[in-house]
């Protein structure tokens, strides 16, 4: 008989974008029957420079996770927001944190995939995907994209994040706008279909 497989969702929001597109996520693996638990990276700048950047107080609810747990789930899905087209640097502490997991091919096998936001369209969203393969590569974890299963992703009846490398979601420049149904729907899709995917192959 299989076991359950395990899914973790990693994510680093600052203004809680990627948080909600997260917690759609966890809802789509729930609903596959898969183990999920919600983590976020630890923050990297100080308090101080946070109240500067009117960054809202982190999600009490969600644990931080650490490098060694990564070892215990069967697949990781990480909520990315860009920097400069590329992964913060809260993500990238994290990975680097990871150098113990490389040495014993902890991770060897597993799969992950990405989630993103941006503030505007055409600004990041495949190439902070691009920037995060290296990891699984040198890892060799299996990159799991969503494709274009989800008809939604090709509804140009309004702007939306997310494209066949990942859900997502755009802020606007003033970050005020949220993820929207669509974008919402395509995060639970991707959850959805990461946990099927592991349904298939742990066993
Ligand atoms: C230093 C910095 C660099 C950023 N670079 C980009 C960028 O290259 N493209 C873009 O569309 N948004 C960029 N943004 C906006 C962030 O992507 C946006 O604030 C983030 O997606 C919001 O997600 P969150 O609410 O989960 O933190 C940048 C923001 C900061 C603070």
């Not at 702007?159 to 979601?169: R, Y």
């Amino acid at each position: 008989m299989s076991r359950k497989p395990v899914v973790y969702v990693i994510y680093y929001s600052t203004y809680g974008h990627i948080e909600r597109l997260a917690r759609r996520i966890m809802q789509g693996l729930e609903q596959s029957g898969v183990d999920a638990k919600l983590f976020q990276v630890a923050e990297t700048l100080p308090q101080e420079i946070l109240e500067k950047m009117s960054a809202p107080p982190k999600a009490a609810d969600v644990p931080v996770i650490t490098a060694a747990q990564l070892a215990e789930a069967d697949g990781f899905l990480f909520g990315v927001p860009t920097r400069f087209g590329t992964t913060p640097s809260q993500i990238k502490a994290f990975f680097d944190s990871c150098g113990q997991l490389w040495s014993t091919g902890a991770l060897y096998g597993k799969f992950a995939g990405c989630f993103f936001s941006t503030s505007s369209q055409a600004s990041g969203q495949e190439t902070t995907a691009l920037s995060c393969v290296p990891f699984f590569v040198h890892h060799g974890i299996n990159f799991v994209p969503i494709g274009y299963k989800s008809q939604k992703l090709g509804d140009n009846s309004d702007i939306h994040g997310g494209s066949p490398w990942g859900a997502g979601t755009i802020t606007g420049a003033d970050g005020k706008r949220m993820p929207s149904q669509l974008e919402l729907d395509v995060a639970h899709f991707q959850g959805l279909e990461f946990g099927n995917l592991l349904k298939r192959v742990v066993h």
